[in-house]
């Protein structure tokens, strides 16, 4: 048995990460992703399209739904930290506030945990609003797979 430590990282696109690394995306919602949302998953909650009824509601606004919020901290897991190649392993969210329409949202990863021996971090995850309020907390763990290039 040998006693020389495998890099779990070799072959990642963007290398491996440090812990207190971040990274950021912002995008402002729309009913085009409510519309798109529910196509794809069936979900037409009335909070989502019925505009008396949800002004009416807790929320006083139309919301997108969790999926969408959440959606933007696929994006940069996947696109910007790690990067290529990563997917969700775990997550534990919370949804402290709703996303309403016509909303910016930033979502925010930041790296807390490295293993050397596999391509696996855990992360700090947001979701803030422009007004800087946190919609979405949490934790995630995310592995990063190695990707030939063609």
């Not at 950021?24 to 009335?46: A, L, Q, V």
Request: with cysteine.
């Amino acid at each position: 048995m040998s006693d020389v430590k495998q890099d779990g990282w070799a072959g990642i696109i963007k290398g491996k990460p440090k812990v207190g690394d971040a990274a950021e995306r912002s995008r402002r919602t729309t009913m085009k992703d409510i519309e798109s949302f529910s196509e794809m998953t069936g979900d037409r909650n009335p909070l989502h399209y019925d505009r008396a009824l949800a002004e009416a509601s807790i929320f006083g606004k139309l919301i997108v739904q969790g999926g969408v919020t959440s959606g933007m901290l696929n994006a940069v897991v996947a696109e910007d930290l790690p990067g290529p190649g990563t997917v969700f392993l775990s997550v534990e969210w919370k949804f402290v506030k709703a996303v309403g329409v016509d909303e910016l949202i930033t979502a925010r990863v930041e790296i807390t945990d490295v293993r050397d021996d596999k391509p696996i971090c855990k992360i700090l995850t947001s979701v803030r609003n422009e007004a800087g309020e946190v919609c979405l907390s949490g934790t995630a763990t995310v592995y990063t797979v190695a990707l030939a290039r063609a």
